[in-house]
């Protein structure tokens, strides 16, 4: 190929990793969620405790054998917060997988009809926005749980003592794809005036194939950007739950789970900081992270959005 | 907005709130369970069945919901389930006025901190104003409430002693709860506001008033504040009806007596009653707070007055 020529061609790719590497909070995030996933995917086998197991080593600081001290039945905090931020940040990424699934069509068919047709999905998205959702949420995880138990017992008996988390993932994927359908039916209403859409159009390309070929493709970017948005919301969310009870159930713990453990341990008695600052801290910087990233996936996939 | 789409606005709200009201009415009565299943005697089948009838929840479904909606329409809740003593209303009127004032408090300090930290930052661009900022908006993005608040009490209560560590009465028992609920809001509206103010000082017109001559602090009150706040006023009136209605967490940790344990345990109760009249009444909220946001952007924007 001519140097020419070479010269010429722009990547978006490489041009989009340039940047995010440039943008510095963004890469220091990565680096740390690469070490958590690290330490959540073989952490338990070097640390090599289990979190279920009881002892009579109860509320023991940090020390060397703990290094994040034991709670009420002696077990080990260290390895209950690695399990629980694996139950965590996989629910952030399954319930942001789906609201991103769920968003994206939307977005893309209510971009692409447009007419009354747009006008209409639009509306059921406003009306969504102004209810409240997690209340929603809450109902519909104590009113369908038991029938969920039931239906997968029939259906995947692996995954039935997992049907509470696979409920709640179902519910917050259901309820925080609505900015994701706005974002895309906005490029949509953009990108279907483009010429290219309209020679496809004559050409005889039928709508799925424009959406699927030439749509998608153009606005995976600014999907991905806002994916990594939401998978920091939704793993706020289901702490949420599982601080007050409605999330995940013990024995099995998420961070939400043992931050609510470490808060109702404290007392004027006896200060069991331990309890409460691991796993907060741990979620805290978790977040932190994920937004950082989010930040630069934000500036490197969808520039225009930056004043 | 003219006068025929506020009528029409305004008439939405009753049917939202319908739309509300009927899917919490059924979502509650298809939970597993019923109000009665955890007295304290062990309740004989008579005792259950007056006790059901007594609360027409022998009737079939359809005429239970057509006389909920009955009381709704003149504004009566219905009798609470589970506090047999009480009505819904009166449970409400002891409640809300609780979580509205911890909520009122929290939205000042979330502006009275938000704004002028935002707006410093805007002004200030990369010096330390602007770091500052950064830091709140770090920290109120990542730190939950259910971290927060918990670590609160940890460091300034039973570390310091400064506060009570919980209740509800004097202004003291306040501060913590308010910090605990304003912080994570404070961050949101700084944020708003800087990313606005920026905006608005890189544009046109502003760049008109200074060749005019315009005093720099002229410039900021007179031109540049009042467009910079539309986007904080766009996030305030849904941030008001979260804070007023009462917040699971905050109340839950300081135990301040507001609505938000009545959500949790009407569900967990079953108390169908008490559990959509919140909902209900969390939901109008919203709907009017998002109606009174709309109005103050058309006083705050001219552009969207003579769109």
Not at chain 1, 209 to 218: A, E, G, K, T
Not at chain 1, 290 to 298: F, K, M, S
Not at chain 2, 265 to 281: E, K, P, Q
Request: with cysteine.
């Amino acid at each position: 190929m001519p140097e020419v020529l070479h010269g010429d061609v722009r990547m978006p790719a490489r041009e989009a990793r340039r940047r995010f590497l440039a943008h510095r909070p963004a890469t220091l995030g990565a680096a740390f969620l690469l070490l958590l996933a690290m330490v959540l995917v073989l952490g338990p086998a070097f640390h090599g405790i289990d979190p279920h197991v009881h002892s009579n080593d109860t509320f023991q600081p940090p020390s060397g054998r703990h290094p994040f001290g034991t709670d009420i039945h002696g077990r080990d905090v260290l390895a209950r917060c690695i399990g629980g931020a694996r139950v965590s940040v996989l629910a952030g990424l399954m319930g942001a997988l789906l609201s991103v699934v769920i968003g994206t069509a939307y977005g893309l068919v209510s971009g692409y009809a447009g007419g009354r047709v747009d006008a209409l999905l639009m509306r059921a998205v406003d009306l969504l926005h102004a209810l409240p959702n997690i209340i929603f949420v809450m109902l519909v995880l104590g009113t369908a749980e038991a029938a969920l138990t039931r239906m997968l017992r029939e259906v995947f008996p692996g995954l039935a003592g997992a049907a509470r988390m696979v409920l709640m993932v179902a519910c917050l994927g259901a309820i925080s794809w609505l900015n994701t359908a706005r974002i895309v039916r906005g490029q949509v209403l953009a990108l279907r005036a483009r010429p290219f859409v309209l020679a496809s159009r004559l050409a005889g390309a039928s709508p799925f194939f424009i959406l699927s070929r030439h749509l998608l493709p153009n606005v995976l970017g600014v999907v991905l950007a806002y994916a990594s948005l939401t998978v920091p919301s939704v793993i706020l969310y289901e702490s949420f739950l599982s601080f007050l009870g409605m999330g995940i159930r013990p024995p099995d713990a998420s961070l939400g789970t043992l931050i609510e453990d470490g808060a109702r341990q404290l007392n004027p008695i006896e200060v069991r900081w331990w309890l409460l600052v691991f796993p907060g801290g741990l979620l805290a910087w978790t977040l932190l992270a994920l937004n950082a990233v989010a930040d630069g996936l934000r500036d490197a996939l969808d520039p225009p959005s930056r004043g | 907005m003219d006068a025929r789409a506020l009528v029409r606005r305004i008439l939405a709200i009753p049917l939202l709130v319908w739309v509300v009201a009927t899917l919490a009415f059924f979502l509650m009565r298809a939970a597993p369970g019923g109000p009665f299943d955890r007295e304290r005697a062990p309740a004989s089948r008579e005792v259950e069945a007056a006790l059901k009838a007594r609360y027409h929840l022998d009737e079939p479904l359809g005429r239970q919901y057509v006389r909920y909606l009955g009381g709704l329409a003149r504004g009566d809740l219905g009798p609470s389930l589970k506090y047999r003593h009480h009505g819904v209303n009166e449970i409400l009127a002891q409640a809300l006025p609780v979580s509205m004032t911890l909520g009122w408090l929290a939205f000042g300090t979330a502006m009275g901190l938000g704004i002028p930290v935002g707006a410093a930052g805007a002004v200030w661009r990369g010096r330390w104003p602007d770091w500052l900022g950064t830091v709140l908006v770090l920290a109120g993005a990542c730190i939950p409430t259910f971290v927060l608040a918990p670590l609160l009490v940890l460091g300034l209560s039973l570390g310091a002693g400064w506060f009570p560590v919980a209740g509800w009465g004097s202004p003291s028992h306040a501060i913590l709860p308010v910090m605990a609920l304003g912080l994570y809001f404070a961050a949101r509206v700084a944020r708003l506001m800087r990313e606005g103010l920026a905006e608005v000082l890189r544009s046109p017109f502003i760049l008109a008033a200074r060749a005019k001559g315009v005093s720099p602090g002229g410039i900021l009150w007179r031109h540049a504040m009042r467009p910079a706040l539309v986007p904080v006023v766009s996030y305030a009136g849904p941030m008001l009806a979260d804070l007023l209605t009462g917040s699971f967490v905050v109340e839950r940790i300081f135990q301040v007596p507001g609505t938000g344990a009545f959500f949790t345990n009407s569900f967990f109760s079953r108390d169908y009653t008490l559990m959509t009249g919140l909902v209900v009444v969390y939901s109008f909220l919203l709907l009017v707070l998002n109606l009174a946001t709309d109005l103050a952007h058309r006083w705050l924007d001219p552009r969207i007055r003579h769109a």
